[in-house]
């Protein structure tokens, strides 16, 4: 398993709730720097290889962050990384000039990803049966 890349600070905040009987993961990313992103989404995407659940399912918080080349790299880095161990990701707050990425991310890979403006549309797809 690969370990996680580390952080003094692990400004990140990772917290994770019951929703109608599902746990969901909410990866909170609004606060923080492209290389705090980028360190967060390699950390992130090593926790849950390492943690080997097929059914997980999350939101990632974006509002206000912006992405450059590099942080977009590392996102199609990491995708393959997490695609096995995620079955669900809402991303909230993704400006809708970056939807065609996530597009381009779901086509590319088994990734279910769709944006959402707010936290409670978004927690109600990730619960739903398909």
Same mark, same amino acid.
């Given at each position: 398993?690969?370990?996680?890349?580390?952080?003094?600070?692990?400004?990140?905040? =990772?917290?994770?709730?019951?929703?109608?009987?599902?746990?969901?993961?909410?990866?909170?990313?609004?606060?923080?720097?492209?290389?705090?992103?980028?360190?967060?989404?390699?950390?992130?995407?090593?926790?849950?290889?390492?943690?080997?659940?097929?059914?997980?399912?999350?939101?990632?918080?974006?509002?206000?962050?912006?992405?450059?080349?590099?942080?977009?790299?590392?996102? =199609?880095?990491?995708?393959?990384?997490?695609?096995?161990?995620?079955?669900?990701?809402?991303?909230?707050?993704?400006?809708?000039?970056?939807?065609?990425?996530?597009?381009?991310?779901?086509?590319?890979? =088994?990734?279910?990803?769709?944006?959402?403006?707010?936290?409670?549309?978004?927690?109600?797809?990730?619960?739903? =049966?398909?």
């Amino acid at each position: 398993m690969k370990k996680p890349p580390q952080s003094k600070t692990q400004p990140w905040l =990772k917290e994770e709730i019951e929703y109608q009987g599902v746990t969901i993961g909410i990866y909170d990313y609004r606060a923080l720097t492209i290389d705090e992103a980028i360190l967060a989404m390699e950390h992130n995407a090593a926790v849950l290889e390492n943690r080997g659940e097929t059914d997980q399912r999350h939101i990632l918080h974006v509002t206000g962050v912006t992405t450059d080349k590099k942080a977009l790299a590392v996102c =199609k880095k990491v995708a393959p990384v997490v695609e096995p161990y995620v079955y669900k990701t809402a991303v909230v707050g993704i400006p809708s000039i970056q939807h065609f990425f996530l597009n381009f991310l779901n086509s590319i890979f =088994k990734l279910r990803i769709q944006a959402f403006d707010d936290l409670e549309s978004a927690k109600e797809w990730l619960v739903l =049966k398909d």
